[in-house]
């Protein structure tokens, strides 16, 4: 079973902010967050990941709880392009061999 | 750089049959990893393969099975395929700590 958390679906207004939440209770200390977003007819792409301290990228940016329990993935600004199904994921930072395990994510809709 | 390719694109196959599908992971990465995305639903882990050797096996049946070569290049063969084998066929190859997972576009089966 998926170890997070995630709301199935969410809307956005074109240009404006997303935030994407992310429910991990069961966290252990060497796992990292990771964002990966699956658009229409494509395989699933990175977009973020971080392990205690806010991160930010081109594509987004991750804010991570205190105590690391939730996490929430922010598009400043989303398009149309960013339409697309949101994966939250906990990865093992020290075991190589930790196999992805994918919930259903949540659907994000943008409204031009 | 091409990144992560595989073939063929789409695939449609008779129940019973076997099928090999193919990856070519990005330039650079040795560690391929394949999942089963059946529609609406999150990608499942199937098995990673490093060194040439299957490192992690997914909760699939040994109808399914893989190889990896020399080039890091990898495929997928399954067996007596059943109609719940139809699905999209992703592989990803990684290569770092805490390693970020680069997706190919997907192989589609079909089993009639």
């Known amino acids: 079973d998926a170890k997070t958390t995630q709301p199935n679906s969410m809307e956005s207004n074109e240009e404006e902010p997303v935030h994407l939440p992310c429910n991990h209770s069961t966290i252990s200390g060497t796992d990292y967050i990771h964002w990966y977003r699956q658009l229409p007819s494509q395989g699933p792409e990175y977009v973020i990941h971080?392990?205690?301290s806010n991160v930010n990228n081109r594509m987004a940016s991750l804010a991570i709880a205190e105590d690391r329990k939730s996490s929430t993935l922010i598009l400043h600004r989303a398009t149309l392009r960013d339409a697309a199904v949101y994966y939250c994921?906990?990865?093992?930072?020290?075991?190589?061999?930790?196999?992805?395990?994918f919930g259903k994510g949540t659907r994000l809709h943008i409204l031009p | 750089d091409a990144g992560v390719t595989q073939s063929p694109t789409h695939l449609i196959k008779t129940r019973g049959q076997q099928v090999t599908l193919r990856c070519s992971p990005k330039?650079?990465?040795?560690?391929v990893s394949w999942y089963q995305q059946a529609l609406g639903q999150g990608p499942q882990f199937i098995f990673q393969y490093y060194e040439e050797e299957e490192r992690q096996r997914g909760n699939f049946p040994d109808r399914f099975s893989g190889h990896q070569f020399p080039n890091y290049s990898s495929e997928l063969n399954v067996n007596a395929l059943l109609l719940g084998d139809s699905a999209l066929y992703l592989c990803?190859?990684?290569?770092?700590?805490?390693?970020?997972?680069?997706f190919g576009p997907g192989t589609r089966l079909t089993v009639t």
């Open positions: 971080g392990l205690t």
């Open positions: 990803a190859s990684s290569l770092d700590l805490p390693y970020e997972q680069y």
């Open positions: 330039s650079g990465h040795d560690t």
């Open positions: 994921i906990l990865r093992d930072g020290v075991n190589r061999d930790d196999k992805i395990i």
